[in-house]
């Protein structure tokens, strides 16, 4: 089996890799460093998850420490374009730790952060520099960038610049950097306008390919229960119930969604944060860091602001509301069972999800287990006692609750369209206000009146020992599956 002495690497990249105990390379890495070593192009298909900032990251640093030279002023030898705040934040912070004995200088350029200290880490130039492609064109008008001695550019994520609306600025930026150099392309998926721009950009490059986007993470154990859009709530608090839901992901459609359902957790007594586009950088920041330090239970994120979510321990992914491309849906997943590790994903669906939900199986080209929890008698009490008008809603501050019931008209999910989410980072100089989210990420979730004073023996019960679910049934047929139980979610 290949091993990263086995790949050349300089010695203080290998020291690192030992220190932070990195022995065997993932595929794409056993397959990529070679190449890019090399100075070659590289087109790299693979998913978040498989280890791909490595992939680029270390033969960068082995091929920039081999060939010292000092940074060219305002610009940078190598520029690695992101999506997200996060994903760039994480990108930075694995090339320092990778290239901790090197001395290398690394800077991060996004929005949603003072202009000043970019400034001023771009005038005497950096090594790597990683930016969202918003705030570099603010830089690049400003004349406070200069990219045209850049020898190494990587496109992290692309798929995601294309719906973020990145591509003509992606454009705007390339058009001022030198045709003399290395360009390494890495994307989930390869829909077309990504394909044009792979070909603009890249030269006889080695292709990669490491688990394709349909393919879903083999240790993640995928549960799928229906359930009326009114009651997700409440069939969300059931589930923290059990202390085996130590570390969870829980994905919305929308920013005010995100934060409804943080806020409704807290309400129940399970420590929430939330992270999407209209929250200050700091805030997301602090989000984070309480959910890797374990300080809160559930992290309530959207698509876009997720993207750059890498936590070790994350127990569950739960998708409150199906994403509206079955792509979101496989790299939602894979948001647990990392590093070796397993996890369970669970799903919930209102009836009027269920095209999004066929897109999804039609891409993952499986079924997931499902179970049915509508018409389920605990729930339905549940919600009635929470739904008595405007006085549930004013009176939840003041009441402890377990579990809850969304208001009568419930979440209203979006549609399913053809429409590509343009974020605000997308627009030239526009990603000021630090927004990557697309205006588009769904329909606003309705507002939901609150379960009050629900001891747990009358929400549920704990591990769903008192529920009356109805006969759970497989999506692909009529043949009933397992009973499901919450304390094993």
């Not at 989930?188 to 950009?201: D, H, N, S």
């Not at 739960?318 to 790299?331: D, N, R």
């Not at 369970?344 to 999800?353: R, Y």
């Not at 939901?448 to 047929?477: D, E, L, M, W």
Request: a positive charge; charged letters at 25%.
């Amino acid at each position: 089996m290949t091993q990263f002495t086995d790949l050349g690497l300089a010695k203080p990249i290998l020291k690192a890799l030992t220190a932070e105990g990195y022995v065997t390379p993932t595929p794409i890495q056993a397959q990529a460093i070679p190449a890019v070593m090399l100075g070659k192009d590289l087109l790299g298909i693979a998913q978040t998850g498989t280890g791909k900032t490595a992939a680029f990251a270390l033969p960068i640093l082995h091929r920039l420490s081999e060939d010292r030279k000092p940074a060219p002023r305002r610009g940078c030898r190598c520029l690695v374009l992101s999506p997200t705040r996060e994903l760039a934040s994480q990108i930075a912070e694995s090339f320092r730790t990778y290239g901790s004995g090197l001395g290398m200088t690394v800077a991060v350029v996004f929005g949603g952060a003072k202009y000043g200290p970019q400034i001023k880490a771009l005038t005497s130039g950096v090594d790597i520099l990683v930016a969202t492609p918003g705030r570099l064109i603010d830089h690049l008008g400003e004349r406070t960038a200069d990219l045209s001695s850049t020898e190494i550019l990587v496109l992290d994520e692309a798929d995601q610049m294309l719906d973020l609306g990145f591509l003509q600025p992606i454009r705007r930026i390339v058009s001022g950097m030198s045709r003399k150099r290395q360009n390494l392309f890495f994307s989930a998926t390869m829909p077309t306008e990504i394909g044009k721009l792979a070909k603009e950009l890249l030269v006889e490059p080695v292709t990669v390919t490491v688990t394709p986007v349909s393919s879903t993470a083999e240790r993640v154990e995928q549960q799928l229960l229906f359930i009326e859009a009114p009651r997700k709530r409440a069939l969300l608090a059931e589930l923290f119930e059990s202390s085996k839901v130590s570390r969870a992901l829980v994905f919305t459609r929308t920013k005010r969604g995100a934060d409804r359902v943080a806020k409704y957790l807290e309400d129940a007594g399970v420590s929430s944060g939330a992270i999407h586009g209209d929250k200050t950088q700091s805030q997301r920041e602090r989000a984070l860091a309480a959910f890797k330090a374990g300080k809160v239970r559930a992290l309530i994120a959207t698509d876009i602001a997720a993207r750059g979510i890498d936590v070790d321990g994350v127990t569950h992914v739960i998708q409150y509301e199906l994403p509206q491309t079955p792509e979101a849906y496989v790299h939602r997943i894979g948001r647990t069972a990392r590093a070796g590790a397993a996890g369970i994903a669970i799903s919930f669906c209102a009836d009027d999800e269920r095209a999004l939900l066929k897109d999804i199986q039609k891409l993952t080209r499986q079924t997931i287990p499902a179970f049915d929890r509508r018409n389920d008698k605990v729930l339905q009490a549940v919600t009635a006692a929470t739904t008595s008008g405007p006085a549930a809603e004013q009176s939840l501050p003041q009441a402890k609750t377990r579990g809850g019931g969304a208001g009568a008209n419930g979440p209203r999910a979006a549609k399913p369209h053809n429409h590509r989410p343009r974020g605000h980072e997308g627009k030239p100089g526009g990603d000021r206000q630090g927004r990557p989210e697309g205006r588009s990420e769904g329909q606003r979730s309705g507002q939901g009146a609150q379960r009050q004073g629900q001891g747990r023996g009358q929400g549920g019960g704990q591990g769903g020992q008192g529920a009356k679910t109805g006969q759970p049934r497989s999506i692909a047929s009529t043949a009933p599956v397992a009973k499901w139980d919450p304390l094993k979610a």
